[in-house]
């Protein structure tokens, strides 16, 4: 056979023919076309015994996916590879899925159908709701993707860009180009950026710093944000007939996430948000510049009102050439001031600099208003089209966008920090010598009464350990930044772990210490600027959150501060809920403490805004955001969501404009329909199937919590068979992989526990316990109707569906041997099969399929051609790793390690 397909290029070999158990595999001739130029590009820059050997390993693999007899890969020649073509063979097949993430990109496979603003309008007007309903919704709304520095992405910036020119090099080939604009052959510039990919080293050496995280996503803002944000507006006001306010927001956690990470302190804050009000104000002048060369009215050939005259004759431009251009020499006026905003801002010059000499806006309202006044004085005169529809229309709704900070940057601290941090504080004041022993009403009562009153605890003349002389800088870093770049820079404080209504009193003291918080006079509520948010994030928690906040609504102060804001945030973590008590309990603990939390917040006249905290793999609340959104509990969005987006899934999701677009419009639409769309089911069902969803969900969680957290050895076994240890060393992120020693399954953060368990390819946190559930529940005629009804259940059934699709105990077996006592592993993964068989099994009863993905041909297509790819790396990281833990300390073995995490979490995509 080898001959054959030794002479074959890479990319027919991309090609998957049907399996007796699977349809034909339709072919991406973009995979094909990739695949074959990265053929040669091997062969050319690694030699041709690589591209034979690599070749040679993937037409076996591919076999072997096939069902073909004897194609068994121990035979292909992947153990007789040396250390250096171990490490050129793991690239070749990292790029190799790289390019096919571009394909399926090109193609849409992610993007779900329907999914954007004027199908939700058309879906909603099939049930009469109408246009106004929808705007009447967005007059309040706030909709809020907000990226974090959670370490998942793999890729270094470097590639990612290669990968995007890539991207842009194919769309003038979709155009029937055959030449880029500077002359060079297409299919020639695109093997040279495949050349660079081959040649650019794919992991990170150095350490990564806080300010690398700020600045790699600087660059979504300048070239992805700014410019789609404006953008999809204009595309919205025409689907909507009318000018909806500026609902759509940019969020960032970096630089304001200290929760477990010891490097973001009170520089780093600043350095962020200067970072960003540069981006911002840089981006604005050159909207300007270009919106002076194009508002070239003269005088002599249209009338200008006296509003834009005055602000031209103010701006100080004397050129002759311009007397008879008052718009111009309005812009000129307007770019001078900004540049002064910009140089009192963030201390530095701008880019270009102006000629003028203008006084800096006082905020971005003023900025606005300018551009409001010359953009109604074209309007006034018949050029409305030039005013909204135009550069200067976009430029108005960026600044309402983005405002001279660019991003609302949150703050996040851990509970367990807070307390010790007021402990210290009252303690050392010489208010309460013992905090921490107090019980939690007398901790309220005392919180209370500090924050009746402006005197704060903290005096500079007293000493503090480093933790709270570093929270104490932070919050003063914060009130100096509402002061520089307005409040709207920081408005949002997460509190991690928070279980208790003192959790989130402490956070108000410790805002009272930079004036943050200020107590109510003469029967006036408090002033609050920034509001304190509970993250709750175990199933305990999220059970008692309603608890929670209907006592700390309770307090009159709070009432007070929450009626005058108008609306309260309540953040859910999906990673930690998961890590608790499994995927569907999670899941389930998430949408009742919800729908709970809804009553509470109207009783407290409050606009309920929830803000989920979810990363990319399922494990940890990933999957289509459009089906999550949707699957909300009525009542609970009401116009208003705020979102993580976080490491890999930024590239995915807002790699490009295109890609942008698509993705904002869906978490639009997806809010729009949740917030209007009637309910999908009765209340009658609403009630039986709660009553179900509780049994599975307590069934599951007990499956799931005797494996992981009542089985003895069990951590031994998961720290041996997976690479855990050894993504702790990858250099994805600034923070520590763990926040602390202890090496316990409770105190492992949730990112490593879920990326591991997906590069061993078992991805329990995506799956276990729900087998158990299904086939314990006896009523199975309910579950398929409750799967087929229930968006919840669809949504939460479709994520399990794609999770089980990626995992393959096959070759999880594989990494058995890694495990010292190998009783206790084949006792442990005996279980894990019987789970996962029951969990496949219960699946398919309840959807009615006879096979995973039967009923969703694409992805199903595309994790096919993806798996035999993952798994020579997957057999490959097992050797490496026995090498690795016996001992051997050639360098390359670690690098080996390394490549192969990053190229099974790029073939995976949703990994982490
Ligand atoms: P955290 O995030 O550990 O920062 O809370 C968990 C996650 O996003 O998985």
Redesign the pocket.
């Known amino acids: 056979m080898t001959l054959l397909l030794l002479q074959c290029s890479i990319v027919s070999m991309a090609t998957l023919s049907s399996s007796p158990s699977a349809p034909a595999i339709t072919q991406n001739p973009d995979i094909r076309y990739l695949g074959r130029l990265l053929g040669d590009v091997i062969r050319a820059y690694g030699g041709d015994s690589l591209y034979r050997q690599t070749e040679y390993i993937r037409s076996a693999s591919v076999d072997r996916a096939r069902g073909i007899q004897g194609a068994d890969l121990v035979d292909t020649g992947l153990d007789a590879l040396s250390l250096d073509d171990t490490l050129n063979f793991t690239r070749g097949f990292m790029l190799f899925s790289m390019l096919a993430n571009l394909a399926e990109d090109r193609q849409g496979v992610a993007a779900d159908p329907g999914a954007d603003v004027a199908s939700a309008i058309a879906r909603l007007d099939s049930h009469g709701i109408d246009r106004d309903a929808v705007l009447g919704l967005l007059a309040h709304s706030l909709i809020v993707p907000v990226l ?1 520095a ?1 370490p ?1 992405e793999v890729r270094r910036k470097s590639m990612i860009d290669h990968k995007n020119r890539i991207a842009d090099l194919m769309l003038l080939k979709d155009a029937g180009r055959e030449e880029t604009a500077d002359g060079e052959n297409l299919d020639e510039a695109i093997f040279r950026q495949i050349a660079l990919l081959w040649q650019t080293r794919p992991l990170r050496r150095e350490k990564l710093f806080v300010a690398d995280e700020i600045d790699n996503v600087l660059t979504y803002f300048r070239d992805i944000f700014l410019p789609v944000l404006p953008a999809l507006y204009t595309r919205w006001e025409r689907v909507l007939g009318a000018r909806p306010q500026s609902f759509l927001r940019v969020g960032s956690w970096i630089g304001g ?1 200290r ?2 990470n010891p490097f973001v302190q009170a520089p780093q804050l600043e350095f962020a948000l200067k970072r960003g009000a540069q981006a911002a104000l840089a981006y604005y002048l050159d909207a300007l510049h270009a919106l002076g060369a194009e508002l070239s009215l003269s005088t002599e050939l249209a009338h200008v009102p006296q509003a834009v005259l005055d602000i031209a004759d103010a701006s100080g431009d004397a050129s002759p050439s311009r007397q008879d251009e008052p718009y111009r020499r309005a812009i000129s006026g307007i770019y001078a001031r900004l540049v002064a905003t910009y140089v009192a801002l963030t201390g530095d010059q701008p880019p270009r600099p102006s000629s003028l000499k203008g006084q800096a806006y006082a905020s971005p309202a003023d900025f606005r208003r300018d551009l409001v006044t010359v953009a109604q004085g074209l309007a006034s005169e018949g050029n409305g089209a030039l005013a909204t529809g135009g550069a200067l229309g976009r430029l108005i709704r960026a600044v309402e966008t983005f405002g001279f900070h660019l991003a609302t940057l949150d703050m ?1 601290q851990n509970s367990d920090v807070h307390q010790r941090v007021v402990a210290e504080l009252l303690k050392v004041a010489g208010v309460e010598p013992d905090y921490a022993a107090l019980d939690e009403y007398a901790r309220i009562a005392l919180l209370r009464r500090e924050l009746a009153n402006n005197r704060p605890l903290g005096s500079r003349f007293s000493d503090y350990s480093e933790e709270t002389a570093s929270e104490l800088a932070i919050v003063h870093a914060a009130a100096e930044a509402h002061r520089i770049y307005g409040p709207a820079c920081i408005t949002h404080y997460i509190i ?1 772990k928070a279980e208790s209504v003192s959790d989130l009193l402490e956070v108000n003291i410790l805002l009272k210490e930079a004036g943050l918080w200020r107590a109510g006079v003469e029967g006036s509520p408090p002033q609050a600027s920034i509001m304190s948010i509970p ?1 709750f ?1 175990t199933i305990a928690d999220l059970e008692a959150a309603p608890q929670i906040m209907s006592a700390y609504f309770g307090l009159p102060e709070i009432a007070g501060v929450v009626k005058q804001r108008g609306h309260q945030e309540v953040m859910i ?4 809920s998961n890590k608790d008590g499994g995927y569907i309990t999670s899941t389930w603990s998430l949408f009742k403490a919800s729908k709970a939390l809804e009553p509470v917040f109207a009783e407290a006249s409050a606009a309920m805004q929830l803000f989920h ?3 990319g ?1 399922v494990g ?2 990933g999957g289509s955001a459009f089906a999550a959104i949707q699957a909300q509990p009525r009542g609970t969005v009401q116009g208003r969501i705020r979102i ?1 987006e ?1 490491g890999e899934m930024i590239a995915a999701k807002f790699g490009s404009r295109d890609v942008a677009m698509t993705n904002l419009e869906a978490m639009t639409s997806a809010t729009l329909l949740a917030s209007l769309e009637p309910e999908g089911i009765s209340d009658k069902d609403a009630a039986r199937f709660a009553g179900a969803m509780d049994e599975l969900s307590q069934n599951a969680f007990n499956a799931y919590r005797d494996l992981v957290y009542g089985t003895e050895g069990f951590k031994e076994f998961f720290r041996q068979l997976t690479p855990i240890q050894e993504i702790a060393g990858l250099k994805i992120g600034s ?1 520590p992989a763990s ?1 602390t020693k202890s090496d316990r399954i409770e105190d492992l ?3 490593p ?2 990326f591991s368990w997906a590069q061993a390819r078992v991805m329990l946190p995506g799956w276990y316990g729900v087998g158990h559930a299904i086939a314990a529940f006896e009523d199975k005629a309910l579950l398929a109707d409750m799967a087929q009804s229930w968006s919840f259940l669809k949504s939460a059934m479709g994520n399990l569906e794609m999770v089980l699709a990626k995992s393959d105990l096959g070759i999880a077996a594989r990494y058995l041997p890694l495990v010292e006592d190998q009783a206790m592993a084949e006792r442990l993964f005996g279980r894990i099969r019987e789970g996962w068989a029951l969990t496949h099994d219960g699946l398919m009863a309840a959807t009615g399929q006879s096979r995973l993905l039967e009923k969703n041909p694409t992805l199903e297509t595309s994790i096919r051609l993806r798996l035999p790819y993952i798994e020579p790396l997957n057999l490959l990281q097992v050797e490496l790793l026995k090498r690795h833990r016996a001992g051997e300390d050639d360098p390359r073995i670690k690098e080996g390690i390394e490549l192969s995490i990053n190229a099974i979490a790029t073939a995976l995509r949703n990994s ?1």
């Open positions: 974090t959670h998942t996430d929760d477990g996040r991690s993250l994030e973590g999906y990673s930690d905290g979810r990363g793999a940890r609340g993580t976080q923070r926040r953060r949730a990112i526990w879920v982490g």
